[in-house]
Nanobody
């Protein structure tokens, strides 16, 4: 079982930045996909960004050019750098670890990001 703990959320003004961190209780190198999802009130959970074991990244169109995902396998950490934040980025952000080989799929408890003036 893998535990994921997100941190770094909070209240920020539009145009500001936040850096989310996801600390894993075990080795993340075995997961070919580490992802950040978000869920706003009344909306479906959506994929924000993902990073493969080889470092390939993918982003939702709404965050391209503003968000950057990275992973540190040695420290079992995943980050989401969020710049130029907008009110529509307000949501609970979740860290996810997925292995297509084993079908393991783990979630963190989420961290709230609120973008408001």
């Amino acid at each position: 079982q893998l535990q994921l703990v997100e941190s770094g959320g909070g209240l920020v003004q539009p145009g500001g930045s936040l850096r989310l961190s996801c600390a894993a209780s075990g080795y993340i190198f075995r997961f070919n996909a580490m992802n950040w999802y978000r869920q706003a009130p009344g909306k479906e959970r959506e994929l924000v960004a993902g990073i493969s074991g080889g470092g390939s990244t993918n982003y939702a169109d709404s965050v391209k050019g503003r968000f950057t995902i990275s992973r540190d396998n040695a420290k079992n950490l995943v980050y989401l750098q969020m710049n130029s934040l907008k009110p529509e980025d307000t949501a609970v952000y979740y860290c996810n670890a997925y292995s297509s080989r084993t079908a393991d799929n783990f979630w963190g408890q989420g961290t709230q990001v609120t973008v408001s003036s």
